[in-house]
């Protein structure tokens, strides 16, 4: 079995938590929001890919959701060991890269969910790369916090 | 003859359910974190159908039988094949039973919908691709088959694991479900059959070059893996929206090897005027996407009208998490006609249409229209469109 870091994908709608020096990634961020929540004392984080900003209850599958997706991160992440004192987030994504009458502003409304529900949480947004009409794709690294986007016109790290 | 798109996404569920039960036993067998990237159904004509079997060097068959029959083809990308057999510490021989476990994880998803038991045969090998086709042909040579691309954690490559229900047992099974038919499975391949020949037809008149290669085929895919539908490559192209009977969003991208390949190759220019070969593509992106849904709308004897283009050079598995995040909020599944045409050995289209899952009732109209041969796509079209193209 491998012990070395690992590089594991977070798929659309689903969320991962790992710890120590593995590195989580997501790509093809349009409209839908990567959030980034780590403890970096513990080194222990989590990223979401979430497409819509709110739930209806009961949600089958909650990760699809910015609002129950957080919440299901954020306990599968203190269950692992952090600190809800000492959580920080990032966010990233939410473009607007069609002009679709359906579902149209879903980037903007997956932001603001995202926002909000990290205010919910009590978890601080350190940094966010939102909006614009260009697609991303994120590496996150939980030990040292730094979120880098690659888009096809550049790369930043946050 | 009416086809129950409800009745078809059911199996896309069972199907998605399967290759993320495939996905969690590889993460146990080898250690590795492992994610299930794409799970669609998929009614593919004979045409199509060997790009779903795999490469016969790198593939183990797995039959299987009792309440369903068939058999699962599992092919290994080079890296994949040999990081799991260095995680199993067994060399090459380990990939015949990772065959066996995926496949076993696919099958109980199957077997829970079922009051029979499905049992799991030792892998064989198989090489003949001819004779797989004739195999799981379910009716006029259309095939269902449920394909799922599992992924390791920083390993290049995939394995692709199609399953591919025997054309007797399957027809029988669908007998017990009096929404589904052989003739209904091969209405919804003929409807992509129409739709890429039409594609192919717009694209040679338009550029003066004829097609290399035509692939179609009509998937039921969970909206979350929509956007694997494409890679993470840069593609240039357009996306439309139509209004009418269907209302469906659609996507003509170029996948494009290098900046400015897709222009060059498509827009005769002397000045490289980016907003001149943006408006050019746009607009070959218009006839393209018109020619596709003037096919299905004389299939209804309706107007369906195209939206302004936007023109898009990205990623393009963020273009179609965009179109993901639209349906997400009214379907669990979507419907997608899906066509790639191979203009040469460096420029490919790839048509992907995504009807409103709310007018899954018109399809299955246009499905029926089309498989009955009175309705053949008008060539050269009417256009009707609301764009200009710009």
Avoid at chain 1, 66 to 92: C, F, I, Q, T
Avoid at chain 2, 215 to 226: A, G, K
Avoid at chain 2, 230 to 243: C, P, Q, R, T, W
Avoid at chain 2, 364 to 371: C, D, G, M, Y
Wanted: net charge negative.
């Amino acid at each position: 079995m491998s012990s070395e870091a690992q590089k594991a994908r977070v798929s659309v709608a689903d969320w991962r938590v790992t710890d120590g020096e593995d590195t989580l990634v997501t790509s093809g961020l349009g409209s839908c929001v990567a959030v980034a929540v780590y403890d970096a004392d513990a080194a222990v984080g989590g990223l979401l890919h979430a497409m819509l900003p709110a739930a209806p209850s009961p949600a089958e599958k909650p990760a699809k959701y910015v609002d129950s997706g957080l919440d299901e991160m954020l306990a599968a992440m203190y269950r692992r060991g952090a600190d809800p004192e000492n959580v920080a987030a990032k966010l990233v994504g939410g473009s607007a890269m069609l002009d679709i009458s359906v579902g149209e502003a879903i980037g903007d409304r997956n932001v603001d969910a995202a926002e909000r529900a990290l205010a919910d949480a009590d978890v601080p947004l350190l940094a966010s790369e939102t909006g614009g009409s260009t697609g991303r794709s994120v590496t996150f690294s939980p030990a040292s916090g730094d979120v880098r986007i690659d888009r096809v016109d550049g790369v930043d790290v946050i | 003859m009416r086809v129950d798109l409800d009745s078809l996404a059911s199996f896309s569920h069972t199907g998605a359910k399967g290759g993320r039960r495939a996905a969690e036993a590889l993460e146990t067998l080898t250690g590795v974190p492992a994610h299930c990237e794409l799970s669609r159904t998929t009614l593919v004509d004979a045409d199509g159908l060997s790009s779903f079997l795999g490469d016969a060097a790198t593939r183990i068959a797995v039959p299987f039988d009792g309440a369903l029959a068939g058999r699962a083809l599992v092919s290994f990308e080079k890296p994949f094949a040999a990081r799991v057999a260095e995680e199993t510490g067994t060399g090459d021989g380990a990939l015949p039973e990772v065959a066996n476990i995926l496949t076993s994880g696919f099958v109980d998803g199957w077997a829970e919908n079922t009051e029979g038991t499905i049992d799991v045969q030792p892998p064989e090998p198989v090489d003949v691709d001819d004779a797989l086709v004739d195999d799981v042909a379910a009716a006029d040579g259309a095939a269902f088959v449920f394909e799922s691309r599992v992924a390791l954690a920083g390993v290049d490559g995939t394995c692709r694991f199609a399953v591919l229900p025997a054309a007797e047992e399957f027809v029988d099974y669908l007998g017990d479900d009096g929404d589904l038919s052989a003739d209904a499975l091969a209405a919804y391949a003929q409807l992509t059959a129409h739709s890429a020949d039409a594609v192919a037809d717009h694209l040679a008149a338009m550029t003066g070059i004829d097609p290399d290669a035509v692939e179609s085929h009509f998937d039921f895919v969970p909206v979350e893996d929509v956007p694997s539908l494409l890679d993470d490559a840069a593609y240039e192209g357009a996306v439309f929206e139509s209004d009418g009977p269907v209302n469906t969003v659609l996507a003509v991208l170029f996948d494009e090897d290098e900046s400015g390949a897709v222009a060059d190759a498509l827009v005769a220019r002397e000045d490289p005027d980016e907003a001149l070969a943006e408006s050019a593509i746009a607009e070959l992106g218009n006839v393209t996407a018109s020619g596709v849904l003037d096919g299905w709308a004389n299939a209804l004897d309706a107007t369906i009208d195209v939206s302004t283009p936007s023109h898009v050079r990205d990623d393009g598995r963020a273009v179609l998490d965009t179109v993901a995040a639209a349906y997400g909020r009214h379907a669990d599944t979507v419907a997608v006609v899906d066509a790639t045409v191979a203009l040469s050995d460096d420029l490919t289209c790839r048509v992907c249409a995504f009807p409103s899952p709310e007018d899954a009732d018109t399809v299955a109209e246009i499905a029926t229209e089309l498989s009955a041969g009175d309705a053949d796509p008008e060539f050269p079209p009417e256009y009707d469109t609301g764009g200009d193209g710009a």
